[in-house]
């Protein structure tokens, strides 16, 4: 069936280090994979997507990874600050006839250290 | 327009008990989702509305659960009898279409005691 799952469920930090937070995925029809961020006591708030057909992209002190041959995809954050200090989810997007699914994983807490 | 809103926050009920939630999406999203979160996973997908039509609905729906969106704006999800294991953060998204992602609201914890 379809999943999407992360590598560690837990990752800690110091502040102005980068940050790695890796995802293995199954399923290879999805045209898009989504990162999204979710504070406590907040929705996820989307945070960088990239197509199936690309490598790599850049955003705002992240950057996605995806390596379609061993279906991982990871996210990069530059110079994590605390404000990064949140639960992390991968998730991929599948396009059905009418909408986009879209499909999490179990989500990776980032831990900042000051 | 301030995002997708979800009443109320916090619900907290007796099993057995039905209970209502709502949610009000961006405005100009014809697309709105429901999820389910339990603690330390990621969210589950339970129903999605184009407008008014209900076009698809997850196995975890059962039919205690139902959700409406009368006029293609708010939705509301019911679920009637209440059972421990419905406690769980209930999130409503929406979006635009087109584009991949959607934008949510905080949630609605509920908690069956």
């Known amino acids: 069936g379809e999943s999407v799952g992360l590598h560690l469920p837990t990752l800690s930090v110091q502040e102005g280090d980068n940050s790695i937070i890796n995802c293995a995925y199954s399923n290879s029809a999805s045209d898009y994979f989504i990162w999204y961020k979710q504070e406590s006591g907040k929705g996820p708030q989307f945070i960088i997507d990239i197509r199936s057909n690309m490598d790599k992209r850049q955003g705002q002190r992240v950057t996605v990874l995806l390596n379609k041959t061993v279906k991982h995809l990871s996210l990069q954050i530059a110079a994590t600050q605390p404000g990064d200090s949140a639960v992390y989810f991968c998730?991929?997007?599948?396009?059905?006839?009418?909408?986009?699914?879209?499909?999490f994983g179990p989500g990776t807490s980032l831990s900042v250290i000051p | 327009d301030t995002g997708v809103s979800q009443n109320p926050r916090h619900k907290i009920t007796k099993r057995g008990q039905n209970v209502t939630f709502r949610c009000d999406p961006i405005?100009?999203?014809?697309?709105l989702y429901w999820y389910r979160q339990t603690l330390g996973q990621g969210p589950e997908f339970l129903t999605y509305f184009q407008n008014e039509a209900q076009l698809e609905k997850s196995r975890l729906l059962s039919d205690r659960f139902s959700a409406e969106r009368p006029k293609g704006s708010f939705s509301t999800l019911e679920i009637q009898r209440t059972e421990q294991g419905d406690s769980a953060m209930y999130l409503c998204?929406?979006?635009?279409?087109?584009?991949?992602?959607?934008?949510f609201g905080s949630g609605t914890r509920l908690t069956v005691v």
């Open positions: 405005s100009e999203h014809n697309r």
């Open positions: 998730a991929e997007n599948t396009p059905r006839a009418s909408y986009d699914k879209v499909i």
């Open positions: 998204a929406s979006s635009p279409g087109g584009r991949p992602g959607y934008t």
